[in-house]
């Protein structure tokens, strides 16, 4: 069952409370493999569902626009001192709400409406918020967007630079959503100053693998980092926005008054408690271990015939173009699922299928990593995987797949399981 136990729930409200208890077995019984998801300790699921959700907060600790404070300022305190010490930052905002709008402070804080952003394409790895034309920094902005060599399926930093110097963007973006090789900050930092612009870094995936020593850092490059608090650093759903001194009032303003009301206190909390266990030598262990998980997939994967986008992985994420297999992303993910493996379809760069039907899945092994599968369990988990993707039609082949996988899974422990 749900841990922690949730008996007011289950009394107030029987219907909710089974859809949650039935999340909870869903979570223990399956291979997650879900890039953005990962599993949150019984801590900070305990300082999620605290009566800190009671207390309104608008404004900065010390600086409120209500009363009744004298605890809530020391949580978020708390909070902002164990990010400025664990990624070594002069300044930490963690009010955001989630990802998207600490990336939107950014440009609040650093641009017009029709100044010129310059971000990572959608098809290429990017994030819708990094300029994309559906996105309202793509309407409001004037984005341009530089993307991969088609040989290599990484970042052409010689392209970057000459994009760089053509449309002279007041703001850079660097990272994404489903890149697979690791981040050339310095060459992102030395193109920015060249042009004069911010360089935001938005490390939403790999924070945990930065906190963690397993990436490098953005820190001493970029002026400007964003991330979310959950992926890969296994804290609650929401964000922060890490800065230099120089631009730490711009950030501060752009987040309150200029986009959000009050903080969520609970997750506040609960970042904090996050950002705690990320401070452990046992997660530096962890987020190596993620990488290694990683590693050890992409290379069974290509064992067995699968397409790597880049030819494999340097962090947490591997994005496999199925077109070899004979099968569409969204069908082969549907399958998966069936089979006990959640994954998601996703574009691979120079897709030629629609967003809705791409070619590609998107894998990640932050998830399994804190269940404690390793390195060994990798070559049964591509061999699912392959089972599952040449079965797609085939029911009875899918739930056997999934029987299987419920029983690997048994053996290990989940954190909100008992």
């Given at each position: 069952?749900?841990?922690?136990?949730?008996?007011?729930?289950?009394g107030?409200?029987?219907?909710?409370?089974?859809?949650?208890?039935?999340?909870a077995?869903r979570?223990?019984e399956?291979?997650?493999?879900?890039?953005?998801e990962n599993?949150?300790?019984?801590a900070?699921?305990?300082?999620?569902g605290?009566?800190l959700?009671?207390?309104y907060?608008?404004?900065?600790a010390?600086r409120?626009?209500y009363?009744g404070?004298?605890?809530?300022?020391p949580?978020?305190?708390l909070?902002?001192a164990?990010?400025?010490?664990?990624f070594?930052?002069?300044?930490?905002?963690v009010?955001?709400?989630?990802g998207?709008?600490?990336?939107l402070?950014v440009?609040?804080a650093?641009?017009?409406?029709?100044?010129?952003?310059?971000?990572?394409?959608?098809?290429?790895g990017g994030?819708?918020?990094?300029?994309?034309s559906?996105?309202?920094?793509g309407?409001w902005?004037?984005s341009?967007q530089?993307g991969?060599?088609?040989e290599t399926?990484v970042?052409?930093l010689?392209?970057?630079?000459?994009?760089?110097r053509?449309?002279?963007?007041?703001?850079?973006?660097?990272?994404?959503?489903?890149i697979?090789?690791?981040?050339?900050?310095?060459?992102?930092a030395?193109?920015?100053?060249?042009?004069?612009?911010?360089?935001?870094?938005?490390?939403?995936?790999?924070?945990?693998?930065?906190a963690?020593?397993?990436?490098p850092?953005?820190?001493g490059?970029?002026?400007?980092?964003?991330?979310?608090?959950?992926k890969t650093l296994r804290?609650?759903?929401?964000?922060?926005?890490?800065?230099?001194?120089e631009?730490?009032k711009?950030?501060d303003?752009?987040?309150?008054?200029?986009?959000?009301?009050?903080?969520?206190?609970?997750?506040t909390?609960?970042i904090a408690v996050?950002?705690g266990?990320?401070?452990e030598p046992?997660?530096?262990?962890?987020?190596?271990?993620?990488?290694?998980?990683?590693?050890?997939?992409?290379?069974?994967?290509?064992d067995?015939?699968?397409?790597l986008?880049s030819?494999?992985?340097?962090n947490?994420?591997?994005?496999?173009?199925?077109?070899g297999k004979?099968?569409?992303?969204?069908?082969a993910?549907?399958a998966?699922?069936?089979a006990?493996?959640?994954?998601n379809?996703?574009t691979?760069?120079?897709?030629?299928?629609k967003?809705?039907?791409?070619s590609?899945?998107?894998?990640?092994?932050?998830?399994?990593?804190?269940?404690g599968?390793?390195?060994?369990?990798?070559?049964?988990?591509a061999?699912?995987?392959d089972?599952a993707v040449?079965a797609?039609?085939d029911?009875q082949?899918?739930?056997?797949?999934?029987?299987?996988?419920?029983d690997?899974?048994?053996?290990?422990?989940m954190?909100?399981?008992?």
């Amino acid at each position: 069952m749900h841990e922690p136990a949730i008996p007011s729930l289950t009394g107030a409200d029987p219907e909710v409370a089974r859809l949650v208890q039935a999340e909870a077995r869903r979570q223990f019984e399956k291979i997650r493999l879900i890039a953005s998801e990962n599993y949150v300790s019984t801590a900070v699921l305990e300082a999620t569902g605290s009566v800190l959700t009671n207390k309104y907060s608008e404004g900065y600790a010390g600086r409120r626009y209500y009363e009744g404070q004298q605890v809530i300022d020391p949580v978020e305190e708390l909070a902002v001192a164990r990010a400025k010490t664990l990624f070594g930052v002069d300044h930490a905002n963690v009010q955001p709400y989630s990802g998207s709008p600490a990336n939107l402070a950014v440009y609040l804080a650093f641009l017009n409406p029709g100044d010129t952003v310059m971000g990572m394409a959608l098809p290429a790895g990017g994030h819708l918020t990094h300029g994309w034309s559906v996105s309202a920094t793509g309407k409001w902005f004037r984005s341009v967007q530089y993307g991969v060599a088609k040989e290599t399926g990484v970042v052409d930093l010689d392209q970057v630079r000459d994009l760089a110097r053509a449309e002279r963007p007041k703001v850079i973006f660097c990272g994404g959503t489903a890149i697979p090789r690791t981040i050339d900050f310095p060459a992102f930092a030395e193109i920015a100053n060249e042009v004069g612009a911010v360089l935001a870094a938005d490390i939403a995936h790999i924070a945990g693998l930065v906190a963690g020593g397993a990436h490098p850092s953005p820190v001493g490059h970029a002026q400007v980092i964003t991330t979310t608090t959950h992926k890969t650093l296994r804290g609650p759903r929401g964000a922060m926005i890490l800065t230099d001194a120089e631009h730490a009032k711009a950030i501060d303003k752009a987040v309150f008054p200029g986009l959000q009301g009050g903080p969520h206190n609970h997750t506040t909390a609960a970042i904090a408690v996050a950002l705690g266990e990320a401070s452990e030598p046992s997660f530096g262990l962890y987020a190596h271990a993620v990488v290694q998980n990683a590693r050890a997939l992409a290379a069974a994967l290509l064992d067995r015939g699968f397409d790597l986008v880049s030819g494999g992985t340097d962090n947490h994420l591997i994005l496999a173009d199925l077109t070899g297999k004979g099968i569409g992303g969204k069908p082969a993910a549907k399958a998966l699922d069936r089979a006990g493996i959640e994954a998601n379809y996703n574009t691979v760069p120079f897709d030629p299928r629609k967003p809705f039907d791409p070619s590609g899945v998107r894998l990640g092994t932050a998830a399994i990593t804190t269940r404690g599968l390793t390195e060994d369990h990798m070559p049964q988990l591509a061999e699912w995987i392959d089972r599952a993707v040449r079965a797609a039609d085939d029911e009875q082949a899918l739930d056997r797949i999934a029987a299987e996988v419920a029983d690997l899974m048994a053996g290990y422990p989940m954190p909100g399981w008992a």
